[in-house]
């Protein structure tokens, strides 16, 4: 059963532009997507930064208005039944910010529990279960002013799930911590999936995605470009090779002539500590090399790898015949 | 829900939302320097000016301070309420939950007026210091019921203000401006027949002028009928604003949903 609905949702944002002469522009931020979530699914929305995720995890919040389509959470309306709906969702936004800092993370919680109508007695009981839940137990009387970021983040857990909702949203809940906390909270998401409840993730790490999530619809400009399971989403790719090829200094001027390769289907840069690497997804696999060398006459290559498409390769794929 | 458990529920709430706020304020310098510092200067240099005018002037200045400090507290801590929340990114999360915002803003402005009380409790040891003997609040009956609906009427202010202040930026800049001229036309310090005929009328729009001339008239003994009337003209503001107050904090959360300023980036 489909507990959440989304058809042909729309968001524009109303902007004004200069300084001395205003004039008036229109964003889209989220350009008529359609998805549904199963209950008990955990449901990836995957793309780049400004490609319209947080707008969309706003609109099924409650928190925006949608400029056109619908939105339904079990069976309720997100506008017309936006008040019913509040108490049976829970939502985190990336960031440290939406807690209390001058108060202990037991009185954030606390309040939260009077704030949702929960029973004191029970908000009680239920608060230190919570904390034990996301790890926070020996510092929940501290300020939260003194948490680091992912305890921060870990509080907010603890916060959305205080009323014990059906449906979860997390807006990149992983945004910003350090390899160990983003580990703790991927332990902690995948707990509260086993739980049954239903959730949404945001993201852009792609490793998150593909150990998370059943399904994950990739979306780019405000349009979803791709949706299935990671292993369908792998399967865009399956005649493909990946060619990683570390660069020293810059290859900026060559990535043109790249592009218009026919073996290049297409290409991207990771900076990592002094070097670059081009990833190089091509259907002529290892034959490729050679070639493509050929083309970098002149730059210091390093390290050259040929190696099986990852999710991330579909995701830059994607993105990249997007643009 | 029932309406029952929903009223206790919201009470809770308000509870809840003023000890948030009192624990808050508690760190706060601008509110220390609010509801102490300033009234206290205020009131030594009433009490130079005033020292031979005998009880009446005294407990006037007593009453005059402590409603600068509820005026400040209305006026700054209360009129911020919404927007503090926005700065913080808190606002989603109260707008998220099930409870009414305008009953978070209730129980933070209840802390912020009750707080504000502590000036004229202040103002009042001060006056036994300098003069070496309490002064005396002549109707204590009338005296307290007046407090009770000056409170009220100033929470219904600070209702008012805080929406106010997150629709229309141009109203918040304002604010500096209307501190002083409040505590004049609000009669805080001396009678408003002291100003000029034409300021009379925009006295009389002023709930602090009405929670003044209720607190000066009960504490100096004055006529039962005039400090009722002025109680009554309390309850009729706090009615009028009551219901301004529904539609703005409809209209603000609306707005705030279609336009995406629930949260300052």
Redesign the interface.
């Known amino acids: 059963m489909n507990v959440i609905e989304v058809s042909n949702l729309r968001r524009v944002y109303n902007a004004n532009v200069g300084a001395i002469r205003r004039s008036h522009k229109e964003i889209v931020a989220v350009d008529g997507i359609s998805f549904h979530i199963e209950g008990g699914e955990l449901f990836g929305l995957l793309g780049p930064n400004g490609a319209g995720k947080t707008t969309t995890v706003k609109m099924l919040t409650t928190m925006l208005i949608p400029t056109d389509g619908s939105i339904r959470i079990l069976g309720l309306d997100v506008v017309r039944d936006a008040k019913k709906l509040r108490s049976r969702i829970g939502f985190i936004y990336g960031g440290e910010r939406g807690l209390y800092w001058r108060l202990s993370g037991i009185d954030n919680l606390r309040y939260f529990g009077s704030l949702y109508h929960l029973d004191p007695q029970a908000t009680r009981k239920r608060i230190p279960e919570l904390l034990e839940m996301v790890g926070l137990s020996e510092r929940g009387e501290e300020k939260v002013e003194g948490y680091s970021r992912g305890m921060k983040q870990r509080l907010h857990v603890a916060r959305a799930l205080l009323h014990d909702p059906e449906v979860l949203f997390l807006d990149e809940p992983t945004l910003g911590l350090d390899p160990v906390g983003a580990r703790d909270l991927r332990t902690i998401i995948r707990n509260l999936q086993a739980e049954n409840k239903t959730i949404l993730l945001t993201t852009h790490y792609m490793l998150e995605a593909d150990a998370l999530c059943q399904r994950i619809a990739v979306i780019n400009k405000g349009k979803i470009v791709a949706e299935g399971s990671p292993a369908e989403l792998k399967s865009i790719v399956s005649d493909l090779s990946v060619i990683e090829v570390e660069v020293f200094g810059s290859v900026d001027d060559f990535l043109p002539t790249l592009r218009a390769q026919s073996f290049v289907d297409a290409l991207s840069i990771e900076n990592r500590e002094q070097k670059q690497v081009l990833l190089i997804q091509s259907p002529a696999g290892a034959e490729a090399v050679s070639p493509l060398l050929g083309l970098l006459a002149g730059v210091r290559v390093g390290k050259v790898i040929v190696r099986e498409p990852t999710l991330e390769d579909a995701y830059i794929r994607l993105v990249e015949e997007d643009v | ?1 029932s309406d029952l458990s ?1 009223l206790r ?1 919201n009470l ?2 308000i509870f ?2 003023a000890e ?1 706020a009192l ?2 304020n508690l ?1 706060d310098g601008f509110v220390f320097f609010g509801i102490v510092i300033q009234p206290t200067i205020i009131a030594l240099l009433a009490f130079w000016m005033l020292r031979d005018q005998g009880n009446d002037a005294i407990i006037y200045v007593v009453i005059g301070s402590g409603m600068t400090g509820l005026w400040t507290m209305a006026l700054f801590i209360s009129g911020q309420a919404i927007s503090g929340e926005r700065w ?3 606002l ?8 009414p915002l305008y009953i ?1 803003v209730i129980g933070k402005t209840l802390a912020n007026v009750l707080q504000s009380l502590v000036a004229m409790v202040a103002t009042y040891a001060l006056a036994g210091l300098v003069f070496g003997v309490l002064p005396r609040i002549l109707r204590p009956g009338m005296f307290t019921l007046s407090l009770f609906f000056a409170v009220i009427s100033y929470i219904s202010f600070g209702l008012i203000i805080s929406p106010l202040f997150v629709l229309n930026p141009q109203v918040r800049r304002l604010q500096n401006g209307l501190e002083f001229p409040v505590y004049i036309l609000g009669g805080f310090f001396f009678p408003i027949a002291l100003l000029p005929g034409w300021t009379t009328p925009l006295s009389y729009i002023l709930p602090p002028y009405w929670a003044a001339r209720a607190l000066h008239g009960a504490s100096s003994g004055g006529a039962v009928s005039d400090i009722l009337f002025a109680i009554g003209m309390m309850i009729l503001f706090i009615l009028i604003y009551g219901m301004i107050t529904a539609r703005l904090f409809q209209r603000i959360l ?1 707005k705030a ?4 300023t ?2 300052r980036q």
């Open positions: 829900m929903n529920a809770r709430v809840s939302a948030m624990r808050s760190t913080t990114g808190t989603e999360m109260l707008v998220a939950t099930p409870t978070v609306y949903r279609v336009e995406a629930l949260v």
